[in-house]
């Protein structure tokens, strides 16, 4: 079993920036592709960023490219989303979640993440 917690999230003015964390337990760790999704009041849950086990790739959304960047720690079970040139429209609940199958892509689907975090609230204000 794995267990996800995400922190950083607040309320930042638009054009700033915050730095989410989520910590990992389990031994195998390093070996997940890692994700972030958001879901914003009344929509679905959409793909943000997601990384390889090695962080040797990395995929976005079209809407954070640019300005989102994602990284892992595998000594310190954490993959972070550095968040630039934040817009009221980044305003939503981000999830960090665990695709433990081996692959060589980087899912955006939701449904190919095992486990998921309990999520934290970013509100970006105008």
């Known amino acids: 079993q794995v267990q996800l917690v995400e922190s950083g999230g607040g309320l930042v003015q638009a054009g700033g920036s915050l730095r989410l964390s989520c910590a990992a337990s389990g031994r195998t760790f390093s070996s997940f592709v890692m994700g972030w999704f958001r879901q914003a009041p009344g929509k679905e849950r959409e793909f943000v960023s997601a990384?390889?086990?090695?962080?040797?790739?990395?995929a976005y959304a079209d809407s954070v490219k640019g300005r989102f960047t994602i990284s892992r720690d595998n000594a310190k079970n954490t993959v972070y989303l550095q968040m630039n040139s934040l817009k009221t429209e980044d305003t939503a609940v981000y999830y960090c979640a665990a695709d433990q199958t081996t692959r060589w892509n980087l899912p955006s689907n939701s449904h190919a993440y095992d486990y998921w975090g309990q999520g934290t609230q970013v509100t970006v204000s105008s």
């Open positions: 990384i390889a086990w090695s962080g040797a790739m990395t």
